[in-house]
């Protein structure tokens, strides 16, 4: 079964300033999809970013990228010019070749944005 | 169509009542699935429906859950003889198509307590 670990519960960063937020995964497939979700308090998850495992370009949407390093199984999150507003809780989340198609989720990164 | 609903936003039972919640998914998505989520951790996969039809359920659903989506549009999530451990939120999500990268989309989920 795959998983998909955020080793950082929480993290911090100054308005304006950059953070990354790290995932790593554990999976024996070769094909497969890789997703970044904000979820404000009491409100929806978001998507922020998508990666497909076969592109070795990184995605990038406005002040978010990701580094993707297939090999070492890792998917890490830049946020650049933070704003307060990026202030949530970021999942990192896996999706395989399996019949559903369902996510799996890391457990977390809480970010907190400092004026 | 504003994205997918769900109801009720809260709910407190006494613990061994029944309980069912609604997801209306986006109308043209014929994917719907339902996670659970505890407090601090990621959302967890419980069930997925293409169209009418329940093709997956995780382990973690265990008898006393039971989901249904009659004619592919809205679904419900039952759960019967409710515990204090099935406190959470449950979240539903759609999506179209069958391509990796089609966005899932979430409600903001119902939140259940047990007491």
């Known amino acids: 079964a795959q998983t998909v670990t955020q080793s950082q519960p929480e993290m911090s960063v100054q308005e304006a300033e950059t953070v990354t937020l790290s995932c790593t995964y554990d999976t024996s497939e070769s094909d497969y999809y890789l997703f970044w979700y904000k979820q404000p308090p009491s409100r929806q998850m978001i998507l922020v970013i998508r990666?497909?495992?076969?592109?070795?370009q990184n995605a990038t949407e406005n002040r978010f990228s990701v580094n993707f390093q297939k090999a070492a199984k890792s998917f890490s999150l830049k946020i650049s010019d933070s704003q307060l507003g990026d202030a949530a809780m970021y999942f990192c989340?896996?999706?395989?070749?399996?019949?559903?198609?369902?996510?799996?989720f890391g457990s977390g990164t809480q970010l907190t944005v400092l004026p | 169509d504003t994205g997918v609903s769900q109801d009720p936003r809260h709910k407190i039972t006494k613990r061994g009542q029944n309980v069912t919640f609604r997801c209306d998914p986006i109308s043209e998505h014929n994917r719907l699935y339902w996670y659970r989520q505890t407090l601090g951790q990621g959302p967890e996969f419980l069930t997925y429906?293409?169209?009418?039809?329940?093709?997956?359920k995780s382990r973690l659903l265990s008898d006393r859950f039971s989901a249904e989506r009659p004619k592919g549009s809205f679904s419900t999530l039952e759960i019967q003889r409710t515990e204090q451990g099935d406190s959470a939120m449950y979240l539903c999500?759609?999506?179209?198509?069958?391509?990796?990268?089609?966005?899932?989309?979430f409600g903001s989920g119902t939140r259940l307590t047990v007491v």
């Open positions: 999500a759609s999506r179209p198509g069958t391509g990796g990268l089609y966005g899932y989309t």
């Open positions: 429906f293409q169209n009418e039809a329940q093709l997956e």
């Open positions: 990666q497909e495992a076969y592109k070795q």
């Open positions: 989340a896996y999706r395989g070749s399996g019949s559903a198609r369902q996510l799996t």
